[in-house]
């Protein structure tokens, strides 16, 4: 009977074994909520529609970015992860907010102020030729009313009506 024992406790150890080789390993987190995939996808716009926010967008297309997220953040994947591979994917356009927010701001208002400032200068550009001109045209008028008949004889007539 010793012959026999071992065998049957090598076949009920093989057997242990091969239960837990057929276990499935779990080395994922826990299934992430439709909130914790939303947190991420609000701040994400779609690539295909315009202006709309990813965690709002009914598309198809959403729905599987939306599903991506999700298994992204079951492998343990970062916000910042998730968002970078969107990103490489599709450009920082699917970003709700811009990547470097100081240019993002003050590259417009330097815009303007650069606008504003050439738009001055045109004005006084603008002005100091009329000015100069209007008194060399005054200093004409008075040198010529003599020298033009017409002139002189239009000039005598308005004198007469005053």
């Given at each position: 009977m010793g012959l026999s024992r071992v065998i049957s406790y090598i076949l009920l150890l093989t057997l242990a074994l091969a239960g837990f080789l057929a276990l499935p390993v779990s080395a994922q987190g826990p299934t992430p909520t439709d909130d914790e995939v939303n947190r991420i996808a609000k701040q994400l716009y779609c690539p295909v529609c315009e202006s709309t926010p990813l965690d709002v967008c009914p598309t198809e297309a959403c729905r599987q970015w939306r599903d991506?997220?999700?298994t992204m953040l079951t492998d343990g994947k970062s916000e910042a992860e998730i968002k970078q591979y969107f990103v490489e994917q599709y450009g920082a356009r699917v970003l709700a907010?811009?990547?470097?927010?100081?240019v993002a701001y003050l590259v417009p208002a330097a815009a303007i102020l650069l606008?504003?400032?050439?738009?001055?200068?045109?004005?006084?550009m603008w002005m100091k030729p009329s000015t100069a001109k209007a008194g060399a045209a005054d200093a004409e008028r008075e040198v010529k009313p003599a020298q033009d008949p017409y002139v002189a004889r239009l000039e005598e007539e308005l004198k007469k009506r005053k």
């Amino acid at each position: 009977m010793g012959l026999s024992r071992v065998i049957s406790y090598i076949l009920l150890l093989t057997l242990a074994l091969a239960g837990f080789l057929a276990l499935p390993v779990s080395a994922q987190g826990p299934t992430p909520t439709d909130d914790e995939v939303n947190r991420i996808a609000k701040q994400l716009y779609c690539p295909v529609c315009e202006s709309t926010p990813l965690d709002v967008c009914p598309t198809e297309a959403c729905r599987q970015w939306r599903d991506l997220i999700r298994t992204m953040l079951t492998d343990g994947k970062s916000e910042a992860e998730i968002k970078q591979y969107f990103v490489e994917q599709y450009g920082a356009r699917v970003l709700a907010e811009p990547p470097n927010r100081l240019v993002a701001y003050l590259v417009p208002a330097a815009a303007i102020l650069l606008g504003a400032f050439f738009l001055f200068r045109g004005f006084q550009m603008w002005m100091k030729p009329s000015t100069a001109k209007a008194g060399a045209a005054d200093a004409e008028r008075e040198v010529k009313p003599a020298q033009d008949p017409y002139v002189a004889r239009l000039e005598e007539e308005l004198k007469k009506r005053k």
